[in-house]
């Protein structure tokens, strides 16, 4: 089996069909993972839907969701990338209460969004 098949089949099985166990509690499933370049830096962004985020009817507000991140890219981020052919400058973390295209503006969806250096096999809280 090619590396990026095994990637693939890995990224799948924690897909939709699974529900991800966050320090916050809500459901949360990886909805997709772009691969793209800011500057000379590649970064993957990791997509959860996290339908407990949403403005109108959600219980999950930023400050509550906010360990999750670090935990998404430690649990999530860190092995996706171990088991890939991409060594990425950063990983983005985004949760959004439905999906939407990436690069899409929608001002239904509600988004947070968290970025990381990846370094020495760890994520770097970048805080931007």
């Known amino acids: 089996m090619t590396r990026g098949l095994a990637v693939a089949i890995w990224a799948a099985s924690v897909g ?14 990886l909805h997709e993972v772009i691969a793209d370049t800011v500057g000379t830096e590649i970064w993957l962004r990791f997509r959860f839907i996290a339908p407990e985020i949403a403005r109108d009817g959600g219980s999950v507000d930023f400050a509550m969701a906010e360990p999750d991140f670090e935990h998404l890219c430690h649990t999530v981020s860190l092995p996706y990338i171990a088991a890939s052919d991409v060594s990425p400058d950063m990983a983005v973390i985004t949760l959004l209460d439905r999906a939407i295209p990436f690069g899409t503006t929608d001002p239904e969806t509600t ?4 970025v990381f250096r990846v370094s020495a096999g760890a994520c770097v809280w970048e805080g931007v």
Not at 16 to 29: E, M, N, T, Y
Not at 111 to 114: K, M, N, R, T
């Open 16 to 29: 939709s069909a699974w529900a991800l166990d966050v320090p916050s509690g809500q459901p949360i499933h």
């Open 111 to 114: 988004q947070f969004v968290e």
